[in-house]
């Protein structure tokens, strides 16, 4: 299989390319936005025209600082809105085909959706984001679809919430972090979701295009929690592996008391249902997740450094 990836420097797409390595049977052109801006669809077959057509063109890249959004809009817009309709198109064109991830944000995550939706949104439920970067992620979407790409190729449109992994900037890593210098950590207990993360997205994907599956689809952890929920299970590996700041203590606090220009979802969680109906297969926990990701001694090392 022959892929090219872009947002090859986030951690989903250093995932892809960990995963790349020990294939021998994959060849995959990964790059950077500096090597391949999505935005400028007119350089696209002068990059691409260096090696073969891909099989498979996984979009990484994204405009992903929420709070930013709110006053970056027309930024974001481009290159969460526009840009994955002209990646779409050109896959069209070359008879290649696509892997786009999205968001949770493209709901409101209400508590009345929460109500209708307990077990997690489904992939048909209303969209209504409530701030400029799910905005700007349902744009992509849309972008995507009026090309056709999904009703006539075995492409897929695949949305997570809360990702995280051993490495790069996320919740996980930044708790990580704050345990061992802080002795007071206050985090929100009043969003529900559960944590994605890199490796089960990477290792659902690749069902999904095993399976010849297209469409919209939900990836992710099963179970839910909250921030807090997350944050005490990092607190506690960190307690065991010896550093954790002696004072530590979790102090739960609602989302009222940790304003952000950008209004965030109260409910989060995604429903994996389809993806089991598609390759058989069900999602792990979360919390089982948060364990492989904080036995990582990478994640560990980096903050000792």
């Known amino acids: 299989m022959k892929i090219v990836l872009t947002g090859a420097g986030g951690q989903l797409g250093q995932q892809w390319q960990q995963w790349a390595a020990s294939q021998s049977e994959v060849t995959l052109w990964a790059y950077s936005s500096a090597q391949l801006d999505i935005t400028k669809p007119d350089t696209f077959d002068e990059v691409l025209g260096r090696h073969d057509v891909p099989d498979v063109w996984v979009n990484c890249a994204a405009y992903t600082q929420v709070d930013d959004a709110e006053t970056e809009t027309a930024r974001a817009m481009l290159v969460n809105g ?9 896959c069209v064109e070359h008879a290649c085909r696509l892997v786009h991830y999205s968001t949770d944000y493209v709901f409101s995550g209400s508590t009345e959706d929460q109500a209708s939706y307990p ?3 489904p992939e048909e439920a209303p969209t209504n984001p409530v701030n400029a970067y799910g905005q700007s992620k349902l744009a992509g979407e849309q972008a995507i679809q009026s090309t056709g790409i999904l009703a006539s190729s075995k492409s897929l449109l695949l949305r997570v919430a809360w990702l995280c992994s051993p490495h790069g900037r ?6 990580a972090r704050l345990a061992t210098q802080r002795p007071k950590v206050r985090v929100v207990d009043d969003q529900t979701g559960a944590p994605a993360f890199c490796d089960d997205v990477v290792t659902q994907t690749l069902a999904l295009l095993l399976a010849q599956a297209s469409g919209i689809i939900h990836l992710g952890s099963a179970g839910q929690g909250t921030w807090a929920d997350v944050a005490n299970a990092v607190f506690g590996q960190a307690r065991t592996r010896g550093l954790a700041h002696p004072a530590l203590t979790l102090h739960q606090i609602p989302t009222s008391d940790y304003p952000t220009p950008a209004t965030r979802p109260h409910f989060s969680k995604l429903s994996t249902e389809k993806f089991t109906v598609f390759t058989g297969l069900y999602p792990p926990d979360w919390r089982d997740s948060l364990s492989r990701c904080l036995a990582d001694p990478t994640l560990w090392s980096t903050i000792k450094s």
């Not at 996320?170 to 708790?175: A, D, G, Q």
């Open 82 to 90: 526009d840009a994955p309709g002209w990646i779409a198109q050109w």
């Open 119 to 121: 077990e997690g949104y």
């Open 170 to 175: 996320n919740f996980v890593t930044t708790m």
